[in-house]
């Protein structure tokens, strides 16, 4: 593949990396020690246009290519990787929308999405069916011209903080997956409460919710699609949402690696610094070949996301080896700084906790292979 960068991808990048710079850096490890919600950095995005990067402008976005959403999802991450979850989760409310939306459900929902001024939350898991969709337990019942949402939602990035939340509910529990709907499910509307946050590992400052629906009443106009279609279209959100793990994943790697070599270049041991020997700097030089190699792949999976409908192939390649190269660069980044790697005053430490849920979520590292394999074997 002949890559080459845009004169547009280019300048996203350096605008994006001096916003990460600037603004998220000095922050992020605060947000880690406070279990803080960044929503002014929600709200900075926005006014940069990232939380509607890759959508039509139409629709109130930028309408920039995949390739600079990554390009802009890795800054971000790089700078703060919270805020790195934030933004994704915020993609993958708005995606099932953008896909299966009315006309006249983007206007209302999706065009202030891409502009910034409302944030998304993508509302599938529950406790007791993370990948096992169809066990879901959340139903829909249509009563006259409304739907009435029973049920509960585990590990919701954004939740509470979320203006609307895409909900995936059961219209039909006879019919297993093929009974899932899609609905937009607004903050604020009677019968949603949220039970308590989520006391993670990392990426603390992206807090998680269980959401509770207790005969909630949603207008049947929130309805994405037709009832039946929210599996699929679940699927192939999580398919395209996979690249914006993986452009996390290149992030965090490129944000460790850049503290391992800074580290290693003042660090004296026996009257020079440790970057000066040939041990150390085999471990950096394998950081920086497994770090490009997974930049390239996640570059040429969101460039196949603008080019054909379904990517599952692909997107599950891409965070397998990004999220699982990501864990031994990390890795070896603690491992340059010793034993201060272990202490909470190095950003490494973070990193470590940070990068831990990036072969969890959108499906483990074992799913992925489950994918890879399913195409490999049809």
Request: aromatic share 8%; charged share 25%.
């Amino acid at each position: 593949m002949n890559f080459t960068y845009t004169e547009e991808q280019v300048s996203v990048r350096n605008m994006v990396r001096d916003y990460a710079k600037d603004v998220l850096v000095p922050r992020a490890k605060e947000l880690d020690e406070k279990n803080e919600f960044p929503i002014e950095h929600v709200k900075t995005m926005g006014e940069l246009g990232l939380l509607g990067i890759a959508y039509p402008e139409e629709y109130g976005g930028v309408g920039a290519d995949s390739i600079t959403e990554a390009i802009a999802v890795e800054e971000i991450t790089r700078g703060c990787a919270a805020t790195g979850s934030i933004l994704t989760a915020h993609y993958l409310g708005i995606d099932g929308l953008f896909l299966a939306g009315t006309a006249e459900q983007k206007k209302k929902f999706l065009f202030p999405g891409c502009t910034g001024e409302k944030l998304f939350a993508f509302a599938l898991t529950e406790p007791i069916g993370g990948t096992d969709v169809g066990s879901m337990k959340t139903t829909a019942v249509r009563e006259g011209d409304e739907y009435v949402l029973n049920g509960m939602k585990h590990f919701i990035t954004n939740g509470r903080y979320a203006d609307f939340i895409v909900v995936y509910a059961k219209t039909d529990t006879s019919k297993g997956n093929r009974g899932i709907s899609a609905f937009i499910v607004e903050n604020g509307v009677k019968g949603l409460s949220f039970g308590a946050e989520d006391d993670k590992m990392g990426i603390r400052g992206a807090r998680t919710d269980e959401l509770i629906f207790e005969n909630c009443r949603i207008p049947k106009a929130n309805l994405i699609g037709n009832e039946g279609d929210g599996f699929k279209l679940a699927m192939q959100v999580v398919d395209r949402g996979r690249i914006g793990i993986a452009a996390m994943a290149v992030g965090l790697s490129q944000a460790a690696l850049d503290a391992a070599v800074q580290y290693a270049k003042e660090r004296p041991v026996f009257g020079k610094p440790i970057a000066e020997y040939q041990g150390l700097q085999w471990m950096m030089a394998e950081m920086k070949a497994e770090l490009e190699v997974s930049r390239m792949y996640t570059y040429y999976a969101a460039s196949l996301k603008d080019r054909r409908g379904r990517i599952s192939e692909e997107a599950a390649i891409a965070k397998l080896i990004t999220s699982e190269a990501s864990q031994r660069i990390v890795h070896k980044a603690v491992q340059i700084h010793g034993g201060y790697g272990y202490m909470k005053e190095f950003p490494v430490e973070r990193f470590y906790r940070d990068q831990r849920i990036l072969e969890i979520f959108e499906g483990t590292s074992q799913i992925q292979k489950i994918v890879i394999a399913s195409h490999l074997l049809k």
